[in-house]
């Protein structure tokens, strides 16, 4: 049975919720942050890739970037419509897997990639490897020479502080592909739905190398939980990590 569409099922659910998250509470520092560490101007095009509700691009649209935001989840998207409307700014919304979304070549000036909007997120079928290579992939193709990018992705570190031989053995993670399996419930029409979902984790030199692979050239790797965004080196039991790559311009 293909499990394909689990993501996007879950995440039309959780649309509605995914706003009352506490990691979505500085929605305003995260964006001063991506400003200041990709050099954004007003002008500039900003590819969001698993845009969720839009909290980065509608923001970074009030700043005067013209944004794109592309994520799985029609119900995601409406939420992301309603806030651009509230806040009074355009933001061009696409509906598309992101291991499948190819703008033509060199359209965007930056692209950020975060909260495990696309990126880490697998559903059973899914190659560990070849899932977030492909975004990585597409988003390299779709920036400009020198365009930059800034990627938030799971903590393996943490990962694997957290599990116990028990994990293992339950099958709850995995060390082979750094994954963990869980089951995700919400309310839907005619009663609670639920779906059984994989999350990959990193180490940062494995994020390191994708990213090479994909053509980038790495500047940095830090500590990226959402919340505490900050140019210092990640922490082993912090939730996630940040790269800070660039496309290089020839």
Known sequence: M????????????????????????NTLSEVDFIIDVLGL???????DVGCGTG????????????????????G???????AARRAGVEVEWIKADATQYQPSGGTFDAAVCLCEGAFSLLTLDDDPIEHDLAILRNIHRALVPGGG?????INGLWHIRCA??????????????MTETIELAWEAEGGLRSVTVRERGYTPTELQILCRMAGFEVRHVWGGSAG????????????EIMVVAEKPEC
């Open 55 to 74: 909290r980065h691009s509608v923001e970074l649209a009030r700043r005067g970037c013209l944004v794109t935001g592309i994520d799985l989840s029609a």
């Open 164 to 177: 116990t031989l028990d994990d293992v053995d339950q099958g709850r993670f995995d060390p082979q592909t």
């Open 76 to 82: 995601m998207l409406e939420q992301a419509c309603a």
């Open 228 to 239: 505490a965004w900050r140019r210092e080196p990640v922490q082993m039991d912090e939730m």
């Open 41 to 47: 101007e007003a002008g500039q095009r900003v590819l």
């Open 149 to 153: 990018f800034l990627l938030t992705a």
């Open 2 to 25: 293909s499990h394909s569409h689990d993501w996007e099922a879950f995440f039309d659910g959780h649309a509605p919720e995914y706003m009352f998250n506490a990691f979505t509470a």
